[in-house]
């Protein structure tokens, strides 16, 4: 059974750090490519990070770059964990944080409040 699980989420004061983690278990995640998606209130899902399974090559959405840092910890071909380093946040930032394996495999999501 797949799944993915999110934590990590909270309140924090702008210019505040937090670390999501998304545990994957159930399928063949050290060959799929993955990613942490943002959805804003009123706004639509968005791609924020992602990296790639074949060399663990970063991408960032503009507004994130500097600031928030993407990893993955391949612990065995079917137990991965994923990453989301997020430094100097700011009131945009906030959300639910979705984690994202291949096509089709979410997380539940986790929600980040940023507080002016």
């Known amino acids: 059974q797949v799944q993915l699980v999110e934590s990590g989420g909270g309140l924090v004061q702008a210019g505040g750090s937090l670390r999501l983690s998304c545990s994957c278990s159930?399928?063949?995640?050290?060959?799929?490519?993955m990613g942490w998606f943002r959805r804003a209130p009123g706004k639509e899902r968005e791609l924020v990070a992602a990296i790639t399974w074949t060399d663990d090559k970063p991408s960032y959405v503009d507004s994130v770059k500097g600031r928030f840092t993407i990893s993955r910890d391949n612990y065995t071909n079917t137990r991965v964990g994923l990453f989301l380093e997020k430094t100097d946040l700011q009131p945009n930032d906030a959300g639910g944080y979705y984690c994202k394996a291949g096509y089709s495999y979410w997380g539940q999501g986790t929600q980040v409040t940023v507080a002016a």
């Open positions: 159930g399928g063949t995640f050290s060959v799929y490519h």
